[in-house]
């Protein structure tokens, strides 16, 4: 199989993976026997790559091995205790920060916002990249630590819900629709509506189809025993359905992300996003 920089698809996403999850970055470069320059260019190349590549089975079967299960391959030596104490250590997972000398590793910078919250003109001060994310943390200013969907409608605007609940979505697609089900499933209900209102067709179709699975494997798990070492064969096959939508939402966001969707509903309606 093809090798960037004597690099694999499945290295390449086990490391992705481990320094997401907080294994220190200058291991990840030990591993593989690059430097910190090689790794910025090969992960560059990997993703323009990949978005191509999805239609091979084989690159698609060895990276989402990889994604499930980081610790394999030239990472197998890795273990979760390694991982954890390095986020200990480090208060958290370390980003790179692609400054010009590519030197130094630091933690993403907290988003900060006006006393009064988020403006318009605040908002207009930054690219449009970034305002998902402004909106994001204003939200999370006014919630502090919400119990569930109910309390989020009792704290938030109509359109402040909405993005909530989408982005909470485009977040999960990255995991798959069971770990979000495991996170928001009280929020499932409302997406089909907010889907419909922003215009991805597309991603409802799909979602609509994986909330009537997710409904019937919450039926099936009713008076499951919890310590079940094999599921029974109708359940599997449910969440085999749902693994087959997760394949055909990851190629869909490869196509159009959720996020583009979002932020094209979000400038449209700019003010009902911010303070004033």
């Given at each position: 199989?093809?090798?960037?920089?004597?690099?694999?698809?499945?290295?390449?996403?086990?490391?992705?993976?481990?320094?997401?999850?907080?294994?220190?970055?200058?291991?990840?470069?030990?591993?593989?026997?690059?430097?910190?320059?090689?790794?910025?260019?090969?992960?560059?190349?990997?993703?323009?790559e990949?978005?191509?590549?999805?239609?091979?089975?084989?690159?698609?079967?060895?990276?989402?091995?990889?994604?499930?299960?980081?610790?394999?391959?030239?990472?197998?030596?890795?273990?979760?205790?390694?991982?954890?104490?390095?986020?200990?250590?480090?208060?958290?997972?370390?980003?790179?920060?692609?400054?010009?000398?590519?030197?130094?590793w630091?933690?993403?910078?907290p988003?900060?916002?006006?006393?009064?919250?988020?403006?318009?003109a605040?908002?207009?001060?930054?690219?449009?990249?970034?305002?998902?994310?402004?909106?994001?943390?204003?939200?999370?200013?006014?919630?502090?630590?919400?119990?569930?969907?109910?309390?989020?409608?009792?704290?938030?605007?109509?359109?402040?819900?909405?993005?909530?609940?989408?982005?909470?979505?485009?977040?999960?697609?990255?995991?798959?629709?069971?770990?979000?089900?495991?996170?928001?499933?009280?929020l499932?209900n409302?997406?089909?509506?907010?889907?419909?209102?922003?215009?991805?067709?597309?991603?409802?179709?799909?979602?609509?189809?994986?909330?009537?699975?997710y409904?019937?494997?919450?039926?099936?798990?009713?008076?499951?025993?919890?310590?079940?070492?094999?599921?029974?064969?109708?359940?599997?096959?449910?969440?085999?359905?749902?693994?087959?939508l997760?394949?055909?939402?990851?190629?869909?966001?490869?196509?159009?992300?959720?996020?583009?969707?979002?932020?094209?509903?979000?400038?449209k309606?700019r003010?009902?996003?911010?303070?004033?």
């Amino acid at each position: 199989m093809r090798k960037i920089n004597g690099i694999a698809a499945a290295d390449w996403t086990s490391a992705r993976e481990l320094l997401y999850m907080g294994l220190h970055p200058q291991k990840v470069y030990d591993i593989l026997g690059i430097d910190q320059a090689t790794w910025i260019e090969t992960d560059r190349l990997w993703n323009d790559e990949s978005v191509v590549l999805f239609a091979d089975e084989e690159f698609k079967a060895a990276y989402r091995a990889a994604q499930e299960n980081p610790m394999s391959g030239r990472f197998a030596h890795i273990t979760q205790e390694e991982v954890d104490r390095d986020v200990q250590e480090n208060g958290g997972p370390l980003y790179l920060q692609y400054s010009d000398d590519l030197s130094e590793w630091e933690q993403d910078a907290p988003i900060e916002l006006p006393d009064g919250g988020l403006t318009l003109a605040f908002l207009k001060e930054h690219e449009e990249y970034e305002w998902l994310d402004l909106i994001e943390a204003n939200i999370q200013r006014k919630l502090g630590e919400p119990e569930d969907a109910e309390e989020l409608k009792r704290t938030l605007s109509a359109p402040e819900y909405l993005f909530r609940c989408v982005y909470a979505l485009a977040d999960g697609l990255n995991w798959g629709m069971a770990d979000f089900y495991e996170l928001h499933d009280d929020l499932a209900n409302d997406l089909e509506k907010h889907l419909a209102t922003i215009g991805a067709k597309r991603h409802l179709s799909l979602i609509r189809r994986a909330n009537a699975l997710y409904r019937q494997i919450q039926e099936a798990e009713e008076g499951l025993d919890t310590e079940v070492e094999e599921l029974p064969p109708a359940l599997q096959a449910l969440y085999e359905q749902l693994e087959e939508l997760d394949d055909k939402l990851y190629n869909l966001e490869l196509e159009k992300p959720l996020d583009d969707i979002l932020l094209a509903y979000v400038k449209k309606h700019r003010r009902d996003f911010v303070e004033g």
